[in-house]
T-cell receptor, first 113, second 114 residues
Framework: GENVEQHPSTLSVQEGDSAVIKCTYS??????FPWYKQELGKRPQLIID?????GEKKDQRIAVTLNKTAKHFSLHITETQPEDSAVYFC????????????FGKGTMLLVSP | DGGITQSPKYLFRKEGQNVTLSCEQN?????MYWYRQDPGQGLRLIYY???????QKGDIAEGYSVSREKKESFPLTVTSAQKNPTAFYLC?????????????FGPGTRLTVL
């Protein structure tokens, strides 16, 4: 089955800095890669996703890049703000079998004012 | 994601008891999922269902059971066979095989075994 590794587990930045979270996946058949943000005690919410036919996608301060050859994808947050503080999860969906999502273990991002 | 509800928000169980967590959605989604979340472990898939009256085990199904009698509902039972049930349980749903794969999550149920 699919295996997703996520790094780092914690990330502390100053407000205004950029933050990068990286994920690798094992199944070359995976074709959909969402990123979720989860605030303390709340439900995960989708912030951006990318499909395997695209190398990069941007949405304001958030961008995701995908390298299919290396089987890794990254989340980039620019001009971080304190409200960006949360746990971020990457996930990968295999195109084989029942197409479920496999999640990374999460990155706790802390943005200090 | 406001179309997915879970109840109760908090649940306390004594050892040896079975408890059932509710998940309902009014998004007309075909597929529904149950995840377990533990600190530092991410989201792990317990069970999922892509159509009514059918469901499959996920990665950590032991000690859990589900049913899918209606499209809108996917209850999860945590049985006494689950050795360490204290966790945050999340339900999710999406349109299976649709143009978008986005899974929408419910607000979660925090289960504590006393």
């Amino acid at each position: 089955g699919e295996n997703v590794e996520q790094h780092p587990s914690t990330l502390s930045v100053q407000e205004g800095d950029s933050a990068v979270i990286k994920c690798t996946y094992s199944d070359s058949a995976s074709n959909y890669f969402p990123w979720y943000k989860q605030e303390l005690g709340k439900r995960p919410q989708l912030i951006i996703d990318i499909r395997s036919n695209v190398g990069e996608k941007k949405d304001q301060r958030i961008a995701v890049t995908l390298n299919k050859t290396a089987k890794h994808f990254s989340l980039h947050i620019t001009e971080t703000q304190p409200e960006d503080s949360a746990v971020y999860f990457c996930a990968a969906r295999s195109n084989s079998g029942y197409s479920t999502l496999t999640f990374g273990k999460g990155t706790m991002l802390l943005v200090s004012p | 994601d406001g179309g997915i509800t879970q109840s109760p928000k908090y649940l306390f169980r004594k050892e040896g008891q079975n408890v059932t967590l509710s998940c309902e959605q009014n998004l007309n989604h075909d597929a529904m999922y149950w995840y377990r979340q533990d600190p530092g472990q991410g989201l792990r898939l317990i069970y999922y269902s892509q159509i009514v009256n059918d469901f499959q085990k996920g990665d950590i199904a032991e000690g859990y059971s589900v049913s899918r009698e209606k499209k809108e509902s996917f209850p999860l039972t945590v049985t006494s066979a689950q050795k360490n049930p204290t966790a945050f349980y999340l339900c999710a749903s999406n349109i299976y095989g649709g143009a978008t794969d986005t899974q929408y999550f419910g607000p979660g149920t925090r289960l504590t075994v006393l």
